[in-house]
C-alpha cells in the first residue's frame, strides 16, 4: 500500500535529545537510545469510518516520537498497518450495503488526505492486512507446529501459556484481562478453549465472507493481533524500539502481539518500549467509531479550519492524558497560531537559541507538548511586547515549529 507525501522537516542548529519516555510495560520511564536507524511500528486505522481526533491525537504523538529521532540525526524506520480485513470493516459494509474493499479503500485515501494536511510524517512501510495474508499464514502454521497454537472447530487460536512473558505488556490480573477481552474483539466465553484469553490467529472460512488461502489451516482470514506481528516482524524484526498505539491497544492487542512474537521467535521482548496515547472524549464519552460521537478531521478541513489549528488543539494536551475535544479547544488553538504567524512575520525579535533547546528538553521530557507550545507562547509575547534585535530568529521559531512540532508557521 502507498502511504501518503512528506513534508520537509527543517535542520535545527545543534543536536536533539534522546527521548525518555513512559513505557507501559515497566511503568516508568525508559531512556531510549536507538541505533542509527530507529523502527517504530504504530497500529494503523481500521478503515471504516473517517479519521477523528482521537486518531489524530494518537497519531500526533508517535509523530513527535519521529521528530525527535530525527533532531538527534537517526533515521526513523516507521511502520503501519491498516486493519483492511476485520469484524467492524464488514459488519459497517453490511450495515451500509456497501462493498467491503471499497469502504476500506476510500476511508484509507481519507486517511492520507487527513494525515497529510496535518504534516504527519508517513511511515516508510504502510502495509494493509489483506495484502500480508501471505506473510500471516506461515506464523500460524509455525505457532501450530510449536504447540503454540491449537485448532478448535476449524478456527486456530493462540495459547498464551506458551509465552512465559505473558502478562507483561499489560501487568493485569486475570479478571481484568477478561473483562477487556470480551470488550475488545476476543470470546472468552467460547467453549473449548484452553484459555479463556486465547485470542483467534486464523478465522476458518464463515458463510458470506471474504477468505483467503490459508495453505494447511484452510481457507480463512487472519486474527488481529497476528497481522500486526507479522507486519512488525517481516519489516523491523525482533526487539524494535517502539510499539505505539493509544490505550485501548494495551490489552489484548498488544500484550497478545508481543506473546505472538515472543512465542515465534523466543526472544524477549518484541519492542523496547510500549507507549499509548490517552483517549479523547466527547460529551464525556470515549470518541469512537462504534459509538459514532465523534468529529472528523476531513470535517473540520471542510468548513475551512487551518489544518495547522488542528495540530495545535492536539499538542495543547499532553500525550498520556485523557481529554475531551470541545469548541474553545479549537479556538485557542486558531488564536494561538494567529499570534505565532504575526510573531514569525517581523524582520527581527528577541534571540530564539534557548528556545530550540527549551523545546528539543520539553519534548525530550516523555514528550511535553504543552510545555513545548508555553515556551514558543513566550517567545511571541516577548516578541509582541518588547521585539528585538535578532534578524535570524522569527525563522529560527518558524523552522523549530515545523521540524518539533509539524506545524508550519
Ligand atoms: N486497526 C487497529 C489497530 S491495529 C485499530 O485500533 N484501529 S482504530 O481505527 O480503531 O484505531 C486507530 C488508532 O487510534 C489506535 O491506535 C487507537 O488506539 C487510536 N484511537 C482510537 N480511538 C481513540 C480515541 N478516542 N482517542 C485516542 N486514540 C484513539
Ligand atoms: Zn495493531
Given at each position: 500500500m502507498h502511504a501518503w507525501p512528506a513534508s520537509e522537516v527543517p535542520a535545527l542548529p545543534g543536536s536533539g535529545r534522546d527521548l525518555r519516555i513512559h513505557d507501559t510495560a515497566t511503568g516508568g520511564r525508559v531512556t531510549l537510545v536507538p541505533g542509527p536507524v530507529a523502527r517504530i511500528y504504530v497500529c494503523g486505522i481500521t478503515p471504516y469510518d473517517a479519521t477523528h481526533m482521537g486518531h489524530a491525537a494518537t497519531y500526533n504523538a508517535f509523530d513527535l516520537v519521529q521528530r525527535v529521532w530525527l533532531d538527534t540525526k537517526r533515521q526513523v524506520h516507521y511502520v503501519q498497518n491498516v486493519t483492511d480485513i476485520d469484524d467492524p470493516l464488514l459488519e459497517r459494509a453490511v450495515r451500509d450495503g456497501e462493498d467491503w474493499t471499497a469502504l476500506a479503500e476510500r476511508e484509507t485515501a481519507l486517511f492520507r488526505e487527513d494525515m497529510t494536511a496535518l504534516r504527519m510524517l508517513p511511515p516508510r512501510h504502510y502495509v494493509g492486512a489483506v495484502e500480508s495474508i501471505p506473510k500471516i499464514v506461515p506464523l500460524v502454521e509455525r505457532l501450530r507446529d510449536a504447540g503454540a497454537a491449537y485448532e478448535l472447530e476449524g478456527d486456530i487460536y493462540f495459547s498464551v501459556?506458551?509465552?512465559?512473558?505473558?502478562?507483561?505488556?499489560?501487568?493485569?490480573?486475570a479478571e481484568a484481562m477478561r473483562l477487556l477481552s470480551a470488550e475488545r474483539g476476543g470470546d472468552p466465553e467460547r467453549p473449548g478453549k484452553k484459555n479463556p484469553l486465547d485470542p483467534m490467529l486464523w478465522m476458518a472460512a464463515r458463510p458470506g465472507e471474504p477468505s483467503w488461502d490459508?495453505?494447511?489451516?484452510?481457507p480463512g482470514r487472519p486474527g488481529w493481533h497476528i497481522e500486526c506481528v507479522a507486519i512488525a516482524l517481516d519489516h523491523l524484526g525482533m526487539g524494535f524500539d517502539l510499539q505505539g498505539g493509544g490505550s485501548d491497544l494495551v490489552f489484548p492487542h498488544h500484550e497478545m502481539g508481543a506473546s505472538h512474537a515472543q512465542a515465534l521467535t523466543g526472544e524477549h521482548p518484541y519492542a523496547q518500549a510500549y507507549v499509548h496515547a490517552g483517549m479523547v472524549a466527547l460529551d464525556g464519552q470515549k470518541m469512537s467509531k462504534s459509538r459514532g460521537n465523534l468529529v472528523f478531521v476531513s470535517a473540520l478541513r471542510r468548513e475551512g479550519v487551518d489544518p495547522a489549528a488542528i495540530r495545535l488543539s492536539l499538542l495543547?494536551?499532553?500525550?498520556?492524558a485523557d481529554w475531551e475535544w470541545t469548541d474553545a479547544v479549537l479556538t485557542e488553538a486558531v488564536d494561538r497560531l494567529a499570534r505565532w504567524r504575526a510573531a514569525v512575520s517581523r524582520p527581527d525579535g528577541p534571540s530564539a537559541d534557548a528556545l530550540v533547546e527549551e523545546v528539543r528538553e520539553a519534548l525530550a521530557d516523555d514528550l511535553d507538548a504543552p510545555r513545548a507550545l508555553a515556551a514558543i507562547d513566550a517567545w511571541a509575547a516577548a516578541q509582541s511586547a518588547e521585539g528585538g534585535t535578532d534578524e535570524g530568529a522569527p525563522g529560527l521559531v518558524s523552522r523549530t515549529a515545523d521540524a518539533l512540532l509539524g506545524v508550519a508557521l
Open positions: 501459556a506458551a509465552d512465559p512473558a505473558f502478562g507483561s505488556v499489560s501487568g493485569l490480573d490459508g495453505a494447511s489451516l484452510g495543547s494536551h499532553h500525550y498520556r
